[in-house]
């Protein structure tokens, strides 16, 4: 009599597939869990401290030597390299550099001039850059992060973490370019000659007539400054911050709250502007220019602009801005973790 193959029940098939099913749908919604929660904090922190990276463009952008009405902007010429053939009379009439201004005093000089709103120029820009660039880096390095965590240990080496950021960071700028580039020029508008101000209304309008005037490659101009500065922020902020936080916990110092968050943030938020304050200079001076029809751009590109930027103004020009920029970066950055970590709180069942 012949054995009846030993064939799977259909119910335990199925048991099976419904397994599977779920722990997909499973990683799945953690998945897009990650950029939600990224995406929410990410917004709220760039809405919050856009005055002061608006602050911080405008810094970068002093000592600037092509603008396109240096009499009228309260920035350094480059004097740096005169020759010693210069006239008597010529320097007699050449009027003497203005004096360089702090942040505070850029601020109260927008807010005289331009008025409060002006403050906020471009904050339109930086929803739609949080919404694509920070929301994806977000996303991605918590995907990474729980896939290369320690299931048993449940940590990841520093240097995971460090990789994880730049891939995430990288990714990231990326995708969120054109808005980078919409924001720059409208948060550096106010500076400008009236007769010489874009004016963008929105950054639809800034995209739309970029991409009109000076075609689409115009929208990723800088795009290896956004992506390098992207991957130096993600990876020196988002690892030190886990770094951090993870170490005030085994220590004991506090527990798991709200100082330790404010603690391990401000700190990732120094780190991340001392590594990125020079990339940022040069991709603000990049995304900024503006290129006359027929005639040869500013820059050539960001190394061209580096190397200008040493010889006409110095080497800690690529400082320039620093102190606006971690008086941003540490809010930023504050407010960045403490409501991812509040937000993850109100969605942790769904």
């Given at each position: 009599?012949s054995?009846?193959?030993?064939?799977?029940?259909?119910?335990?098939?199925a048991?099976g597939?419904h397994?599977?099913?779920?722990?997909?749908?499973?990683?799945?919604?953690?998945?897009?869990k990650?950029?939600?929660?990224?995406?929410i904090?990410?917004?709220?922190?760039?809405?919050?401290?856009?005055?002061l990276?608006?602050?911080?463009?405008?810094?970068?952008?002093?000592?600037?030597?092509?603008?396109?009405?240096?009499?009228?902007?309260?920035?350094?010429?480059?004097?740096?390299?005169?020759?010693t053939?210069?006239?008597?009379?010529?320097?007699?009439?050449?009027?003497?550099?203005?004096?360089?201004?702090?942040p505070?005093?850029?601020?109260?000089?927008?807010?005289?001039t331009?008025?409060?709103?002006?403050?906020?120029?471009?904050?339109?820009?930086?929803?739609?850059?949080?919404?694509?660039?920070?929301?994806?880096?977000?996303?991605?390095?918590?995907?990474?992060?729980?896939?290369?965590?320690?299931?048993?240990?449940?940590?990841?080496?520093?240097?995971?973490?460090?990789?994880?950021?730049?891939?995430?960071?990288?990714?990231?700028?990326?995708?969120?370019?054109?808005?980078?580039?919409?924001?720059?020029?409208?948060?550096?508008?106010?500076?400008?000659?009236?007769?010489?101000?874009?004016?963008?209304?929105?950054?639809?309008?800034?995209?739309?007539?970029?991409?009109?005037?000076?075609g689409?490659?115009?929208?990723?101009?800088?795009?290896?400054?956004?992506?390098n500065?992207?991957?130096?922020?993600?990876?020196?902020?988002?690892?030190?911050?886990?770094?951090?936080?993870?170490?005030?916990?085994e220590?004991?110092?506090?527990?798991?709250?709200?100082?330790t968050?404010?603690?391990a943030?401000?700190?990732?938020?120094?780190?991340?502007?001392?590594?990125?304050?020079?990339v940022?200079?040069?991709?603000?001076r990049?995304?900024?220019?503006?290129?006359?029809?027929?005639?040869?751009?500013?820059?050539?590109?960001a190394?061209?602009?580096?190397?200008?930027?040493?010889?006409?103004?110095?080497?800690?020009?690529?400082?320039k801005?620093?102190?606006?920029?971690?008086?941003?970066?540490?809010?930023?950055?504050?407010?960045?973790?403490?409501?991812?970590?509040?937000?993850?709180?109100?969605?942790?069942?769904?």
């Amino acid at each position: 009599m012949s054995q009846r193959p030993n064939v799977p029940h259909s119910s335990s098939i199925a048991f099976g597939l419904h397994s599977h099913l779920l722990i997909f749908f499973e990683s799945a919604a953690m998945g897009v869990k990650g950029f939600v929660e990224g995406g929410i904090a990410s917004i709220v922190a760039g809405c919050s401290t856009h005055p002061l990276d608006l602050i911080k463009v405008r810094m970068q952008l002093q000592g600037e030597s092509h603008v396109p009405n240096p009499a009228v902007q309260t920035l350094r010429p480059a004097l740096a390299f005169q020759t010693t053939t210069t006239t008597t009379s010529s320097a007699i009439h050449m009027p003497p550099p203005p004096a360089r201004v702090g942040p505070v005093a850029t601020g109260i000089k927008i807010f005289r001039t331009e008025g409060v709103a002006a403050l906020f120029s471009g904050v339109s820009a930086t929803v739609l850059r949080q919404t694509l660039y920070s929301t994806t880096r977000m996303g991605l390095y918590d995907i990474l992060k729980q896939k290369w965590t320690d299931k048993e240990t449940k940590t990841m080496p520093l240097s995971r973490k460090i990789t994880a950021g730049l891939i995430a960071g990288g990714i990231g700028a990326a995708v969120g370019n054109p808005a980078d580039v919409a924001m720059v020029r409208m948060q550096a508008d106010g500076r400008l000659p009236v007769s010489q101000r874009r004016n963008y209304t929105s950054v639809v309008d800034a995209i739309t007539r970029m991409t009109k005037q000076e075609g689409v490659t115009s929208l990723w101009r800088g795009s290896s400054l956004t992506v390098n500065r992207a991957m130096l922020v993600t990876a020196s902020q988002l690892a030190s911050y886990d770094q951090i936080k993870e170490m005030i916990l085994e220590n004991g110092l506090m527990k798991d709250g709200l100082g330790t968050h404010v603690a391990a943030s401000f700190s990732a938020g120094f780190v991340a502007a001392v590594a990125s304050n020079p990339v940022d200079v040069i991709k603000t001076r990049v995304m900024n220019m503006k290129v006359e029809a027929g005639q040869k751009p500013p820059y050539a590109g960001a190394l061209d602009c580096a190397i200008k930027t040493v010889k006409a103004e110095g080497p800690m020009a690529f400082y320039k801005g620093f102190i606006p920029t971690i008086s941003r970066q540490g809010p930023f950055t504050v407010v960045l973790f403490v409501t991812l970590e509040q937000v993850r709180k109100l969605l942790k069942d769904f």
